[in-house]
């Protein structure tokens, strides 16, 4: 038996031998197809976390725009209101009138009939100044007015007085109309514009704390997963992308747009208005197609490019740039009087020749730079432009529309809409609406109120309606992800970390859609499947958003 069993092995032994380097050979090749199949997904894993955690970063970074907004807004809101107070205008013109009967009494047999364009206000327009004062939610008592204890000498010379008298009267009708109007559209163009400001701020300075993750995790200086939360304040050795002292210096240059820049957007939409609406007289009854007609010539003269800019080849978005950050002379400027810069540092530096400025260090100035860029572009226009739709869009068709003209709301609809329903409908309200006329302080009296819910609202409808609008997260998701690769070489730091990083084995960092930290890729927005992919040769801003409304 045993002999048998030895001499069938040495007849077959070659088949034999064949056999068990085929079966270990196919072993051989199971564990090696089984191995890459477990590399291939390990990395997909590894991609789809960073993608998760890009995605959840970018939307935290949403969030804290909103929230920063909404805390910001009242700064300006004050100022604004403080400055135009419409309430004290509308509470002259009350007490005038009351003036107005008593001289007219004494007046009447020595004083010709007076024309119709100096007579006194109608019951209409009377109810027109009280809601003024009812709906803005401000009480006599708390405007100082000047006493009218001098009007009783209009015994001696009751005709001058009267003709003074209604001279005033109709300048603060002008004012009225000037103040009220001007008031509404700065704030709707204030807070679009602090909208696109922090947007643009935070998303910055959200990218540069992304980077930092990534790379201190590519060099295994830090913990294995990209952290969501920025503990810029709890690092004391200030790495790339954590400098606490560089962000709130940079972040504190929203000052002035909300102390400074507020001031010279009043002043040109004041101008545009009276352009505009100065022709106009309380008396005068508008529809809504006209007083929206008039609307767009304001902004037409505040947005439109004149003819000298194009030839010149300003950038669309330069207009916008003196209102939200201040010239390079100022900068130190803003930092004193936002409480950043103590006195104390401020005349060492001034006293040290070697010494240079705060606003030169690399960090901020480099941020400062792009924050300029991303302004001018015209993408930044754009977006803004479409804010501007929806915040006025707001303003009048949910509020003068129902109120002032009793027509039933008209929601706002982002232009382009493909609910052409919903957009047939709020064309036919206006287009209905355009056939009812009412008294201008009927529409003043609506501007007066909506003045305070534009600036202290809670919730803040205008705020919601323009994050409603889908390219300001787009524009958002092109911040966040462009100049990835400016930012590495720009900075000696990170860029020999990415060099260092180069070397290491790369399935234990979970770089977005690529081996290298060049190429940072796929940001989702508005929650959608659509994603903006960064390419190493294509990180520039202006190359990201031309993909990114091609994909619309």
């Known amino acids: 038996m045993i002999s048998a069993t030895r001499q069938w092995f040495r007849r077959n032994r070659t088949p034999i031998a064949i056999g068990v380097g085929v079966i270990g050979a196919g072993y051989l090749a199971t564990q090696y197809v089984l191995n890459k199949i477990n590399d291939a997904r390990e990395r997909m894993s590894s991609d789809r976390i960073a993608k998760e955690n890009l995605r959840r970063r970018f939307e935290q970074n949403q969030e804290d725009c909103t929230f920063t907004v909404l805390a910001l807004l009242p700064t300006a809101t004050t100022n604004i209101l403080e400055d135009m107070n419409t309430e004290k205008i509308s509470l002259e013109i009350q007490q005038m009138k009351g003036n107005a009967k008593s001289l007219r009494s004494s007046a009447e047999s020595s004083a010709a009939a007076p024309s119709i364009a100096d007579t006194t206000l109608t019951e209409e327009e009377g109810k027109s100044i009280a809601s003024l004062q009812s709906e803005s939610g401000v009480h006599a008592s708390q405007v100082a ?44 163009y204030t807070l679009a514009l602090l909208t696109m400001l922090t947007r643009v701020q935070l998303n910055l300075l959200g990218r540069r704390s992304y980077l930092s993750s990534v790379v201190a995790l590519a060099t295994g200086t830090t913990q294995s997963t990209i952290s969501l939360e920025n503990n810029d304040d709890d690092n004391p050795d200030h790495a790339y992308g954590s400098d606490f002292e560089t962000n709130r210096k940079y972040l504190t240059f929203s000052w002035w747009l909300l102390n400074r820049g507020w001031v010279e957007i009043m002043e040109h939409v004041e101008t545009a208005v009276r352009d505009v609406f100065g022709h106009l007289s309380p008396r005068d009854l508008l529809s809504f197609d006209t007083f929206w007609q008039l609307t767009l010539e304001v902004r037409r003269k505040m947005e439109g490019r004149s003819e000298e800019e194009i030839a010149n080849g300003i950038r669309p978005g330069a207009k916008w740039l003196p209102f939200l950050l201040p010239p390079t002379k100022m900068e130190d400027y803003v930092l004193r009087e936002s409480g950043v810069l103590c006195e104390s540092a401020t005349v060492a530096t001034q006293n040290d020749a070697s010494s240079v400025s705060s606003s030169s260090e690399p960090t901020l100035r480099r941020l400062l730079d792009e924050t300029s860029d991303l302004i001018e572009s015209p993408a930044f226009a754009h977006v803004l432009s479409l804010l501007l739709d929806a915040g006025f869009s707001t303003l009048l068709h949910k509020k003068v529309l129902p109120v002032a003209f009793d027509m039933p709301a008209s929601p706002f609809i982002t232009p382009p809409s493909k609910d052409m ?40 409808e205008y705020l919601q309606d323009m994050e409603q609008v889908r390219d300001l997260e787009a524009f958002a998701a092109v911040v966040y992800s462009s100049n990835w690769e400016n930012e590495i070489s720009d900075t000696e730091g990170l860029a020999a970390a990415v060099r260092g990083a180069e070397g290491m084995t790369r399935g234990n960092a979970p770089m977005p859609e690529g081996s290298t930290v060049g190429r940072f890729s796929q940001v989702s927005t508005m929650g959608e499947e659509s994603m903006v992919v960064v390419e190493p040769t294509q990180s520039s801003f202006e190359s990201i958003w031309e993909r990114a409304t091609e994909g619309k």
Not at 148 to 176: C, F, H, I, M, Y
């Open 145 to 188: 007015l000047p006493s009218p204890s001098n009007a009783g000498e209009g015994s001696q010379d009751g005709g001058q007085v009267a003709q003074r008298s209604r001279k005033t009267k109709r300048q603060l009708w002008d004012d009225l109309i000037i103040s009220s109007i001007t008031r509404a559209f700065t704030l709707i």
């Open 421 to 460: 329903v919903r957009l047939v409908g709020q064309q036919a309200a206006a287009s209905a609406a355009g056939s009812k006329v009412v008294l201008l302080p009927k529409i003043l009296s609506v501007l007066t109120r909506q003045a305070h819910a534009i600036g202290n609202g809670m919730p803040n």
